[in-house]
């Protein structure tokens, strides 16, 4: 019995993906749980993402996200929201790789590396949840321009991207 392996494609517009990876940080992608591990065998596509961002701090995309989006002081406190969102999930993802790392890739069964991805990818999805209720909020009390802004930075074609 032979067993296919597919890939699963998440329906976003690679154009989003800037803006979504800015608000939740090359931290929230997958990367290779040690440097042995990131030595020994290919990075998976979402870790060669993560690697190609990992200079870049949670403050520094917070403060990208916020000259792009042209926050006025009155939509301070609103921002102040997202950017704390955006600290937490990369500390919550943070923690998450930490734990990875305390066993060294060789330890790891297969099922225990999909166990690990599957915390990750939940870590995510509780993030994505998080960062759309303060975004959601800051977004609306937006005026119709700046949404536009906002759309357009959303949009804007990530550099590098396929497809």
Known sequence: MTIHVRSIALPMRSGRCLAVAALLGATMLVGPMTSAHAQSAPP?????????????????????????????????ANWKAV???????????????AEGRTSAPGDMSAVDDLKMYQKLTQAHVDGLKNLISSFSTLYSAMPDAQKKVADTVFAAPRQGATG
Request: proline letters at 2%.
């Open 83 to 97: 950017a704390q969102a955006m600290r937490e999930n990369a500390s919550n993802m943070d923690k998450l790789i």
């Open 44 to 76: 998976t596509r979402a870790g060669a993402a993560a690697m190609a961002t990992k200079g870049e701090t949670v403050e520094q995309r917070i403060a990208t996200l916020r000259t792009s989006l042209k926050i006025t002081p009155e939509e301070d």
